[in-house]
Nanobody
Framework: QVQLVESGGGLVQPGGSLRLSCAAS????????MGWYRQAPGKQREWVASISSSGGSTNYADSVKGRFTISRDNAKNTVHLQMNSLKSEDTAVYYC?????????WGQGTQVTVSS
């Protein structure tokens, strides 16, 4: 069984930065692709970024490209999302996910609010 725990969310002013972390536990987390989704109030869940099992390949939604950076530390079974130049439209609950061999696992989510 895989468990994912996000942290690092909070309230930040427009133009500010936050760093989200996702700690994974369970079998085979080090060989699984991982990433982030987000869901704003009243909207569908939106894919944000993903990273390959080795960390050598990353992908981003157009809406965050150039502002967000995803990285991972397989020694610590942790994935990070560095978010810079935050905008009000980035306000959402951010969810970490892991693509397991037979299932996709999700964290409980962490709230990010961008507001002055």
């Amino acid at each position: 069984q895989v468990q994912l725990v996000e942290s690092g969310g909070g309230l930040v002013q427009p133009g500010g930065s936050l760093r989200l972390s996702c700690a994974a536990s369970g079998s085979s987390v080090g060989i699984a692709a991982m990433g982030w989704y987000r869901q704003a109030p009243g909207k569908q869940r939106e894919w944000v970024a993903s990273i390959s099992s080795s960390g050598g390949s990353t992908n981003y939604a157009d809406s965050v490209k150039g502002r967000f950076t995803i990285s991972r530390d397989n020694a610590k079974n942790t994935v990070h999302l560095q978010m810079n130049s935050l905008k009000s439209e980035d306000t959402a609950v951010y969810y970490c996910y892991l693509n397991g061999r037979v299932s996709t696992y999700w964290g409980q989510g962490t709230q990010v609010t961008v507001s002055s």
